[in-house]
C-alpha cells in the first residue's frame, strides 16, 4: 500500500499541468482497473482523464486511512525497517569512527585529550559507561547525562571553550557536531550492555521522579505532554508507530537502547538530546537549553522505563 501511494504521489508532481488541462475530460472509472492501485496509475498517465485522477486519490486516501493499522501495513513497515538497518550501510558508523578521533584528540588550553574523563567507571573507561547513565558524579555534585558530562569535561579537564561545540551540538549540512560524533563513539562501546537505570544516590531518585512529572505534565499552546503520544499503546502519526512509556517493557526498552540513531531522513546522526529537542518542537514548547538538568531527569525516567533493554548503537531509522 505505501509503494502505491508513493506511485500516485509521484505522479501528482510530474503531471500536475496535464491533469488541470484535462480537467473536464471524463476519464476511466476506478473498476476499469479491477481495484488494482498500480495499473490505475498506468491507464490514468495514458489516458489523463481527471475524473479518474480525482478517483485515484479518493482512494488512496480511502485505503490509507482503512489500512494503515493492519498488520499488513505494520509488516510493510517492518520490512522497510529491515532494509535500511543493515550494520554495514549504516552511516552512523562514520560518526563512531569521527568520535574516536575526538576522544583522543589533544585540545583546549590544557592541550589533553578527554581519555582522562570520568563517565562513571573510571577515568578513561568506556565500556558499559553510557549503559549507565545518566547518574551522580561527586565531582560535579550533580547528576549528569552523556552530553552534559562530556561538557563539562572538556572545560574542567582540557580547558576548552565549550562555546562552538554548544553552538554545534546538532550537525547541519555542512556543519558536524563534535558532541554527536563523540556520543556515537561512547554509546556504541556499550553495545551488548543492558540499560541500568542509576537511582540509588538521592539526587538521581529526586531527578527520576522529576523526569516523571515532566513526562505527564501537560503545557504549552497546544496543551500537549509527552504522555499525549507515548501514554498508551497503539498510537501513531501517520504511519509512525509511538512507543509506549507509560509502562515499563519492550517498547521503552527497544527505543532507548537504540539511540544514538542515524536519521535517514536527515541524513545525520542523532542523539536523545536532539530526539527530545524535536518532540519539545513539535508540542509547541519553548525549546529546552542544550544539556539542561530537564533533559536529564527526562532521560531518567524514560531509563527507568526502559530497564533491561539492550543497547544496538548506533541504530538506524527513518
Same mark, same amino acid.
Given at each position: 500500500?505505501? #509503494? ?19 480537467? =473536464? ?7 476499469? +482497473? ?7 496509475? %498506468? ?25 494503515? $493499522? ?11 525497517? *529491515? ?21 583522543? *584528540? %589533544? ?48 572545560? %574542567?579537564? $582540557? ?24 556520543? #556515537? ?10 540499560? *541500568?537505570? $542509576?537511582?540509588?544516590?538521592?539526587? *538521581? ?13 501537560? +503545557? ?19 504511519? $509512525? ?55 536529564? =531527569? ?21
Amino acid at each position: 500500500m505505501i #509503494a502505491h501511494v508513493e506511485h500516485i504521489l509521484i505522479y501528482i508532481f510530474l503531471n500536475v499541468k496535464s491533469l488541470l488541462q484535462n480537467f =473536464a475530460e471524463n476519464g476511466m472509472a476506478v473498476e476499469e +482497473a479491477g481495484g488494482d492501485m498500480i495499473e490505475l496509475t %498506468k491507464k490514468m498517465c495514458r489516458r489523463g482523464g481527471f475524473a479518474a485522477f480525482a478517483a485515484l486519490i479518493s482512494l488512496a486516501i480511502g485505503s490509507t486511512a482503512s489500512h494503515a $493499522q493492519t498488520p499488513d501495513a505494520e509488516k510493510e513497515i517492518e520490512r522497510y525497517r *529491515e532494509m535500511i538497518s543493515d550494520p554495514m550501510s549504516n552511516p552512523g558508523f562514520l560518526a563512531v569512527d569521527r568520535g574516536q578521533v575526538l576522544w583522543s *584528540e %589533544k585540545r583546549g588550553a590544557k592541550n589533553v585529550s578527554l581519555e582522562t574523563c570520568d563517565l562513571g567507571l573510571g577515568a578513561g573507561k568506556l565500556e558499559g559507561a553510557y549503559a549507565k547513565m545518566p547518574r551522580y558524579f561527586a565531582d560535579s555534585d550533580k547528576v549528569m547525562e552523556i552530553e552534559q558530562r562530556l561538557l563539562w569535561c572538556m572545560e %574542567k579537564i $582540557q580547558g576548552l571553550d565549550t562555546k562552538d561545540v554548544i553552538a554545534r551540538r546538532f550537525s547541519a549540512p555542512g556543519r558536524d557536531s563534535d558532541m554527536e560524533d563523540l556520543v #556515537a563513539f561512547i554509546a556504541n562501546k556499550s553495545t551488548g550492555f543492558k540499560i *541500568e537505570p $542509576q537511582t540509588s544516590h538521592p539526587k *538521581e531518585a529526586e531527578l527520576t521522579a522529576i523526569g516523571e512529572g515532566m513526562f505527564y505534565r501537560r +503545557a504549552g499552546v497546544m496543551d500537549f505532554a509527552c504522555a499525549t503520544c507515548h501514554g498508551e499503546p497503539g498510537k501513531r502519526i501517520r504511519l $509512525q508507530g509511538l512507543p509506549d512509556f507509560s509502562k515499563p517493557g519492550k517498547q521503552a526498552q527497544e527505543t532507548m537502547g537504540s539511540w544514538p540513531t542515524y536519521r535517514v531522513s536527515q541524513s545525520a546522526l542523532r542523539t536523545m538530546q536532539h530526539r527530545l529537542w524535536d518532540c519539545f518542537r513539535q508540542q509547541r514548547w519553548p525549546a529546552p537549553d542544550y544539556a539542561s538538568d530537564g533533559i536529564t =531527569a527526562l532521560v531518567m525516567f524514560l531509563n527507568k522505563q526502559a530497564a533491561g533493554g539492550e543497547i544496538t548503537v548506533p541504530s538506524i531509522k527513518r
